[in-house]
Structures are given as C-alpha cells and as structure tokens.
C-alpha cells in the first residue's frame, strides 16, 4: 500500500547541535504536513507544505518539499530541549487520507 | 481555542467486549477522523467521515469496527468485540477541509487510551 518512509527512527543530541528528519513517499503527494508529538501527548501540527521544492521556516525550523513532490525533510538548528518529542510528517498520496510516517523521536540532552 | 475532547481518557476492558470510544470535534469542522497509536508505534489511521458517511478506511477498520455522529456534536468509534491488540491510544481528529488539495491541518483530540485485558 501507500507509505510514507521516515528516517531516522531515533536521534540523540547535545543541545546546541542541528537535526534533521527526512520523509520519503513511493507516490506523488498532494501536500505534506509536519506534526510534534510530546512524550504522552498528542500530534500537534506544525505547517504544510504544498508547492514543489516548497521551503518554510519557523524560527529555528526549516521545512523543505522536494521539486519530485516524493520527499520533505525538517532541520532544527541549535536544538534545544524543548525540541524533545516525536515528529512525524504525514503525506497525502493522490486523494488519498493522511498518512503518516514512523516518526522521528528526538531526545536533546542540556 | 477551540479543541477536540475525548472521553474517556484512559478505558479498560475485557476481551470480547465492546467499547464506544467518544469524541466532541470542533464545532465548524466538516472532516472527522480516527488514529490509532500502539504504544511507541506510528500514528495509524482507521478511517475518515464527512457529510455523514464513510469516506475512506484503512485496512485495519474491519467489521469489528464502527462510527457515528449520533447528533451534531458527538463523534464516535466502537469496537465490537475487543482483542488483546486492540490496546492502543486511540486518536480522533477533525479538520476544516478534508480532501486534497484543499485538505488542511488535522487537530488532534488527547487521545483515549485503551486497555484490553
């Protein structure tokens, strides 16, 4: 069926230091939408992207779409620890519902 | 701000048994949605409800599952004869629009999480 790839699963970082997820789709999406999930909270959203090589930013984070409309990705410069939680990128191949990727779970340590 | 509610927060049930897992989505929106998450899992999605109907299911939304919107406000999920691997958070969602390209943000309710035992 339809998926949407995510990587890496898992990331630990030093305060300060930049990440970054990567989403990847074996079809064309529609849109792509970002969302942070807290350790016991819920998916929150935190943009969508639209457009071909599309690229937002909101204060310390950057959000790209792929020109292929397949990928995205999420950079956090000098992450912080507030940053923890999960993000997850859900996509929307064709007219199909959202789908969401595995997530990436981010732990920064002070 | 308006939120998605959820009710209860945390259920547990035997297996075998039924449960009606409830949902209050925001009040101007036209598309209703169920996740699921096992525990440390993706967010899965089950199934998609506009203009009263089912509008898409996953595969997982098999004949043990179900939703209604019983009157204008309430939107709920029941699971006919609960399993053990029914034990997850289970999230509902609502957005203004629903299909692309006019799909937009899904807010999401605290989620209930079941137990089954």
């Known amino acids: 069926g339809q998926q949407v790839m995510q990587i890496p699963q898992y990331q630990h970082v030093q305060e300060g230091e930049d990440f970054t997820t990567y989403c990847n789709s074996s079809t064309t999406l529609s849109n792509i939408q970002w969302y942070k999930q807290r350790p016991g909270g819920h998916p929150v959203f935190l943009i969508q992207l639209v457009k071909s090589g599309e690229v937002k930013k909101q204060k310390r984070l950057t959000f790209q779409f792929g020109e292929a409309k397949k990928n995205s990705s999420l950079h956090i410069t000098a992450t912080q620890t507030t940053d923890v939680g999960t993000y997850f990128c859900a996509g929307t191949p064709g007219y199909s519902t959202l789908t969401f990727g595995k997530g990436t779970m981010l732990l920064v340590s002070p | 701000e308006p939120e998605v509610t959820q009710t209860p927060s945390h259920q547990v049930t035997q297996m075998g048994q039924e449960v009606i897992l409830r949902c209050v989505p925001i009040?101007?929106?036209?598309?209703f949605y169920w996740y699921r998450q096992i525990l440390g899992q993706k967010v899965e999605f089950l199934v998609s409800?506009?203009?009263?109907?089912?509008?898409?299911k996953s595969e997982i939304f098999d004949d043990q599952f179900s939703v209604e919107r019983p009157d204008g406000s309430n939107f709920t999920l029941k699971i006919r004869s609960t399993k053990l691997e029914d034990s997850a958070m289970y999230f509902c969602?609502?957005?203004?629009?629903?299909?692309?390209?006019?799909?937009?943000?899904?807010?999401f309710g605290q989620g209930t999480r079941l137990t089954v035992v």
């Open positions: 009040s101007n929106h036209l598309y």
């Open positions: 969602a609502s957005s203004p629009r629903g299909r692309p390209p006019m799909n937009t943000e899904a807010f």
């Open positions: 409800f506009y203009n009263n109907e089912i509008s898409e």
